[in-house]
């Protein structure tokens, strides 16, 4: 008899593990899946082209997380898989006590079932929270690899939010193609930074179709960088996998569901952020990893800050937009824009909850202990226009913007603006360049 299953989700894992483990198989009937963390995704379908027209000819509804007590009983489910990153374990537990109680079994899919297996060498940046710094880390390795004449194509954790059929295989390789995939800000936070360096970045639905594509990518492909998102774990099988750590929040590599399983699976970890922790911090992490991975290559690093117009900074009333997810889900208090103006001397951060509309008021609300900052939502067309009109309400002298895109090429800012750039930086060794060039000699990718 098959089981009645529902994906518990946030438009990405879900959709993979729904891919890689339930499609085509006759044993489970996937009834439902839900959302969460991301504005608007329930009320949608995942569609039938994407889940296979055979078993799934309605496709499969996407409903709202806080119904799943309810969906567990009219649907008659028999287990519910949790599919969403960047969860502490008392919340994961506490959704095991909801499903149980509701009579369904809970389920965690492993890497076993989920990692799909590439015909080119694997390098996968995973991290233990969001917000340790895998951006900047991935574009460091394939900085190492593209000087060594290796052509690298990164894959990027999924961020479907718009039509999934259309977004079932996506590629990005000049801004243009932003634009064209009518791309998110968060979307573009973690490609752009890809294209302006001159390399090709993926994404998309169905990982399967997505590395195929990579692999025999037009501008050539010798090795595949799995672009993590969140504190996720691999959706393909590494050949080296780099973890990310932070010393800001220590403790969170042993607390928070699955980093704590990317901690224990990587090769190597980045402590990044040690400018900017306390020695306790940093020794605390430490000892962490130490004891949960004791063979891991341990790499200290730091992402020092760089500011384009400081004197717009020093004595001014400023208003700090940092990354999104970092401040919401990632549950940092600061990023780099609020360490940049204090550096730089700014004379007052100004908090923009008194003067946000829309969207951006709820994300407040969702997100209480948000700090004296803009976090840079905009999840669509709606949320960009609400933080549009929320820079434009809040009185300031400078814009400090710290988000890895250049925002001010998707909302209108009538106020002048900062830029904060930040970039891994190794500290002794072992270093990325080290590490890296044992994998090109491993694989035969000397050129």
């Not at 879900?14 to 009937?29: I, L, M, P, Q, V």
């Amino acid at each position: 008899m098959k089981k009645n299953v529902i994906i518990i989700g946030a438009a990405g894992r879900d959709f993979h593990n729904f891919n890689t483990y339930f499609r085509g198989n006759a044993s489970y009937n996937v009834v439902a899946f839900t959302a969460a963390q991301i504005p608007d995704i329930d009320g949608r379908k995942y569609p039938k082209e994407l889940a296979g027209a055979d078993l799934y000819p309605a496709g499969i509804p996407i409903y709202a997380e806080q119904d799943l007590p309810k969906l567990i009983k009219d649907l008659n489910v028999d287990d519910c898989v949790f599919s969403y990153s960047d969860v502490p374990y008392p919340r994961v537990m506490s959704m095991s006590a909801i499903v149980n109680a509701a009579g369904a079994n809970f389920i965690l899919l492993g890497h076993k079932d989920t990692m799909v297996k590439s015909t080119k060498p694997v390098i996968a940046v995973g991290a233990t929270r969001t917000g340790c710094g895998k951006s900047q880390t991935s574009r460091r390795i394939i900085e190492i690899l593209m000087e060594k004449g290796l052509k690298v194509v990164a894959i990027r954790h999924p961020m479907p939010y718009g039509d999934l059929n259309a977004q079932k295989v996506q590629r990005f390789a000049t801004v243009e193609d932003l634009k064209k995939h009518k791309c998110t800000i968060e979307e573009m936070e973690e490609y752009e930074p890809h294209v302006v360096r001159g390399n090709v970045i993926y994404a998309g639905v169905d990982y399967e179709a997505i590395v195929r594509a990579a692999e025999v990518d037009p501008n050539g492909c010798d090795v595949i960088l799995w672009d993590g998102g969140n504190n996720d774990f691999p959706f393909y099988k590494p050949d080296l996998t780099i973890g990310v750590a932070d010393p800001l929040r220590p403790g969170a590599e042993v607390s928070y569901y699955p980093g704590e399983v990317v901690a224990r699976i990587s090769d190597v970890i980045v402590i990044n952020k040690i400018d900017s922790a306390s020695l306790e911090n940093i020794n605390e992490v430490r000892a962490n990893l130490a004891r949960i991975n004791p063979t891991a290559i341990i790499v200290d690093g730091a992402s020092p800050l760089t500011v384009d117009k400081p004197e717009l900074i020093r004595g001014k009333r400023v208003l700090v937009v940092e990354d999104g997810p970092t401040l919401t889900h990632g549950e940092m208090k600061i990023g780099a824009g609020v360490v940049a103006a204090l550096k730089f001397g700014a004379a007052e951060l100004v908090d923009p909850r008194p003067y946000t509309v829309g969207k951006l008021s709820d994300t407040f609300k969702i997100y209480p202990n948000i700090g004296t900052l803009l976090p840079a939502m905009g999840y669509g067309d709606e949320q960009v226009r609400d933080l549009e009109k929320t820079i434009e309400n809040t009185p300031c002298d400078a814009v400090v913007i710290a988000t890895p895109i250049d925002l001010s090429r998707i909302v209108k800012i009538n106020k002048p603006t900062v830029k904060v750039g930040y970039d891994l930086q190794e500290i002794g060794t072992p270093n990325l360049t080290g590490i890296l060039d044992e994998f090109v000699k491993k694989h035969n990718l000397v050129k």
